[in-house]
């Protein structure tokens, strides 16, 4: 099905579900000769396993990564990759109770709709587990962007109402260094500990809470997008709205921006005080790094805002298959918050999409 294939060029199809054999990924249109670096590939994936800390999920799974083709001596060979990342710790049945009862928020219903059948174990395809192949997928994105100088960092920007402040660096290895420093991945490390203790506290009351994820690309040339259907900033928000648990995209000045007026919102240009001397740099970046859907030269930002996971372990009121009423309570094992998980997700999604619109800008000019 076209819905499980993102990209035109470099084109990734996801597969598997969340209690099934394995899960993995196909991409397509890597560029030949590219450097694999399968340790690389999997320090991405341990960003985003389950397990790693006490404010995500207790399912224990390694994410081991196995690469059936696409790849000899360490390199990519211009035919498709295809990775593999086997289930390990699969508990069905911790979804017996859901048999015929529809989760409040979940998609259990929306299935049923569509298909006429739906796994219920831990959502099947639906569930966020599908998410690891993309990160395997995105690894491989970063690797191609990092030859052409382009770097994307994003980090947990709020958790509830706990915000973080606004960080100016130009070294992204610094602020990822913080990041890694601790398990909410908040770049702001007093922020972080407030985060922290805020989503333990949620968890132990048997609930959950939303947050929000900032990211930053930098190197980007200019150039990159379409200017009308297959905007960057277009296909970055399809990329973003994909992610299991997403229910906002904004890039730039954001929701914000409409409060002001074009003399407080136009970003001036300047002349490139940088050694190449190309094209020119702006003395504020509202525009978020996109003018017209392609992208300008500065930096690309933008927020993703994930909701409250759905599950929750408290007694609520649902329906059954039957359209009947009735009640169901949370079991299993389940993040408090996402976001923690989510930031290599971001990542791994705005990668793919940097990937697929540079190899296609190679077709704009002679």
Do not use: W
């Amino acid at each position: 099905m076209a819905g499980n294939s993102f990209g035109q060029l470099f084109r990734i199809t996801t597969f598997g579900e969340s209690h099934g054999v394995a899960i993995g990924v196909i991409i397509d249109g890597c560029p030949a000769q590219l450097g694999i670096d399968m340790d690389f590939i999997q320090s991405e994936l341990d960003k985003r396993k389950p397990g790693q800390s006490k404010i995500t999920t207790q399912r224990k799974e390694s994410d081991t990564v196995q690469v059936l083709s696409g790849v000899f001596e360490g390199k990519s060979t211009g035919t498709p990759i295809a990775l593999l990342i086997p289930n390990e710790d699969q508990r069905s049945k911790d979804y017996g109770h859901n048999v015929d009862v529809y989760r409040p928020s979940h998609a259990d219903y929306v299935y049923d709709a569509k298909y006429g059948i739906r796994d219920h174990r831990g959502g099947g395809r639906s569930s966020a587990r599908e998410t690891a192949a993309r990160v395997a997928a995105g690894a491989i994105a970063k690797l191609f962007l990092k030859q052409q100088g382009i770097e994307i960092f994003a980090h947990v920007t709020a958790v509830g109402s706990i915000e973080a402040p606004n960080l100016e660096s130009n070294d992204l290895s610094a602020l990822l260094e913080v990041r890694e420093e601790n398990i909410v991945r908040c770049a702001d490390p007093a922020t972080a500990h407030e985060m922290i203790e805020f989503i333990d506290a949620i968890r132990k009351d048997g609930d959950t809470v939303g947050g929000k994820i900032g990211c930053v690309i930098k190197g980007c040339p200019a150039g990159l997008g379409e200017p009308v259907f297959d905007k960057l900033h277009a296909d970055l928000g399809k990329a973003m709205l994909s992610i299991n648990a997403v229910h906002g995209f904004e890039y730039g000045s954001g929701f914000a921006g409409s409060e002001l007026r074009g003399s407080q919102h136009n970003d001036r240009p300047i002349p490139n005080p940088s050694p190449d001397g190309k094209g020119f740099i702006t003395t504020t970046n509202f525009a978020g790094g996109i003018l017209g859907g392609i992208s300008n030269g500065m930096d690309i930002t933008f927020k993703v805002a994930f909701k409250p996971v759905a599950t929750i372990m408290h007694s609520q009121q649902t329906i059954n298959a039957a359209g009947e009423a009735s009640e169901i309570k949370g079991k299993g094992r389940h993040d408090p918050c996402v976001v923690p998980r989510a930031v290599v997700i971001v990542e791994a999604m705005a990668a793919l999409v940097l990937a697929d619109q540079f190899l296609r800008n190679k077709v704009s000019i002679i």
